[in-house]
């Protein structure tokens, strides 16, 4: 049984106030074709990429290289997970159209995973008929740069270019029948089944980057509600052109912020031979503990800088996207961003207050005979969660600011209050029931944050 099922934490971000599983464990998802014949089970841990060679790899494995410089940062993870992936299987919708003659047959888009195309629209003859129909549709769709393949004579056959990454059609005509043929097998089942076997992962690198599958895995990741994607494209029109709400779809960049993702970072580098987000991962996920450090400001080994320009850097941070360029003198990582908008070390600290809160609430209730449904009681919940906040905001810790100052101007220590609900607000049918979930436990926090940029204004005299 979930922890979920029992004991629900829901973390609220405000931009004022506000042992982890697999905390530090990235995983490499590799594809198919690139996993041994003797790696059976869907996931296994690597402390070394010797050992990787001796289990089957070869050294010119995009699964290898991306483990490598995970591995190859300073400080790194004490491991790597790697995920094997199933064998993908490409999406088969089928178009069936009825024959109207003088009728206009509109597909309204098509939503290749990368990017939106459509609308097609055919206007039948005086004697229609469905070969007519379906092969008017199907000049339409193929004269584009969609990656979907149109085909079939009485009935639209489209067939996902890239197996494993879905599209979506829309269509308002009634004229023409939509039905999946074969579904899209591919990352988020991979995921799913990984995760079933062996869930004690936190951070999702890919050996394909390209937009297809990112945000295919952008939208898994986004519905586990517990995990961190980085990506990695370098696709020029994420530098090249500033965002556009009204065509949001134009590189992956764009697409990731306009779903407003809050688990996936894109980071762009214009070396496809380079893998910026694996070694952005590795370091980061090294530094001990969750949300402790910002994701800005480091260095990073083996990877190249790059030099934007002050305009492509104005596109890129536009779409909330991440760099590697010159700082100081040296390489560093910019700006460290998720694509919502929001800091990644916000996203992972929250995620493992959240974790922590659970863990405290659980070894309570598994610990003792009972928790009474009385005040103290109550309260002894409430003082569980106290304990991941005061260590959320130690020293070592720093993700909760260790004082605050009120509206009043005077210095609060600690950042943070919790609030168990009163015994007497309890109404009689969740006493009964045994259920906090109508009265729940209620505490508000300051993030300690980071300071991303220094101004300083001085004056000297002679």
């Excluded at 000049?139 to 079939?152: E, F, Q």
């Excluded at 994607?229 to 949001?248: D, R």
Aim: hydrophobic share 45%.
């Amino acid at each position: 049984m979930a922890l979920e099922d029992s004991i629900d934490v829901v973390i609220t971000r405000e931009s004022a106030t506000l042992s982890f599983l697999g905390a530090n464990t990235p995983l490499v998802l590799a594809l198919s074709t690139e996993v041994p014949v003797a790696f059976t089970e869907r996931l296994r841990y690597y402390t070394n990429v010797a050992d990787m060679i001796t289990d089957g790899f070869d050294a010119t494995d995009e699964t290898y290289l991306e483990v490598a410089a995970i591995l190859s940062q300073s400080p790194r993870p004490p491991r790597v997970a790697v995920g094997r992936r199933a064998t993908a299987v490409a999406q088969v919708t089928t178009i069936t159209p009825t024959p109207v003659n003088d009728a206009t047959y509109t597909i309204t888009q098509i939503f290749d995973g990368d990017a939106v195309y459509g609308p097609f629209a055919y206007v039948a003859d005086a004697s229609a008929t469905a070969t007519e129909i379906s092969g008017g549709l199907l000049a339409l769709i193929n004269a584009t740069a969609i990656k979907v393949t149109a085909s079939g004579t009485t009935t639209l056959i489209l067939t996902a270019d890239v197996a494993g990454v879905p599209f979506t059609v829309t269509e308002s005509d009634a004229n023409l029948a939509v039905a999946a043929t074969t579904p899209s097998v591919g990352i988020t089942e991979d995921l799913a089944a990984i995760v079933d076997e062996q869930p004690d992962w936190y951070g999702l690198i890919l050996t394909s980057h390209d937009a297809g599958n990112i945000l295919a895995a952008a939208a898994a990741v986004e519905a586990m509600d517990f995990r961190l994607l980085i990506a990695q494209s370098l696709q020029a029109m994420i530098t090249s052109a500033p965002y556009n709400v009204s065509t949001p779809y134009t590189d992956v960049a764009s697409t990731i912020k306009s779903r407003g993702y809050l688990r996936t970072a894109l980071a762009f580098h214009e070396t496809a031979t380079e893998r910026l987000a694996a070694a952005w991962m590795g370091r980061c996920l090294a530094a001990g503990f969750p949300g402790s450090l910002t994701w800005k400001f480091k260095k990073l080994a083996g990877v190249t800088v790059q030099a934007l320009t002050a305009t492509e850097r104005v596109n890129l941070t536009g779409k909330n996207g991440n760099s590697y360029e010159t700082f100081a003198g040296q390489g560093s990582t910019f700006d460290g961003r998720v694509g919502e908008g929001e800091w990644i070390d916000v996203v992972h600290g929250l995620d493992a207050l959240k974790t922590d809160i659970q863990r405290n609430l659980a070894f309570a209730a598994l610990t003792q005979p009972k928790v009474p449904f009385t005040q103290k009681g109550i309260n002894s919940l409430g003082a569980c969660v106290s304990q991941s906040l005061a260590l959320f905001s130690d020293r070592d810790h720093r993700f909760i600011a260790d004082e605050r100052v009120n509206a009043a101007g005077n210095t609060e220590r600690p950042a943070y209050s919790v609030t168990p609900p009163l015994i007497g607000d309890i109404a009689d049918a969740d006493r009964q029931a045994r259920t906090l979930e109508n009265n729940p436990i209620v505490f508000e926090a300051t993030l300690a944050g980071a300071v991303h940029k220094i101004t300083v204004n001085g004056t000297v005299a002679a």
